[in-house]
């Protein structure tokens, strides 16, 4: 059984910062791959970025390529996602996701069949 927990979402200014993070509750957190979705009002869920289960390889939506850096700390089973410079685009429910991989270097960028999925967090970017 795997569970999703993300926080940090909340409001934030246009060109502000913020952090999220997905506690993972899972048998061996470093089997996974990790990312992150989105999901704005009246538009379907789109890929924002993962990583690979050691942490070495990332893969970023180019809508938020250079502005926001997803990380995990696999001693904590978290992952986290850093958004600078914040757009009112950026506004939506952010979910996490795990994805059960068979080598270090495997990342996504669509959604996966045998995902697991957080509850997700709202971010909202005011101009």
């Known amino acids: 059984q795997v569970q999703l927990v993300e926080s940090g979402g909340g409001q934030v200014q246009a060109g502000g910062s913020l952090r999220l993070s997905c506690a993972a509750s899972v048998g061996t957190f470093s089997n996974y791959a990790m990312g992150w979705f989105r999901q704005a009002p009246g538009k379907e869920r789109e890929f924002v970025a993962s990583i690979s289960w050691s942490g070495r390889k990332t893969t970023y939506a180019d809508s938020v390529k250079d502005r926001f850096t997803i990380a995990r700390d696999n001693a904590k089973n978290t992952v986290y996602l850093q958004m600078n410079n914040a757009k009112s685009e950026d506004t939506a429910v952010y979910y996490c996701?795990?994805?059960?991989?068979?080598?270090?270097?495997?990342?996504?960028?669509?959604?996966?069949?045998?995902?697991?999925w957080g509850q997700g967090t709202q971010v909202t970017v005011s101009s």
């Open positions: 996701t795990a994805v059960p991989v068979f080598d270090s270097a495997t990342v996504f960028t669509g959604p996966a069949e045998n995902a697991y």
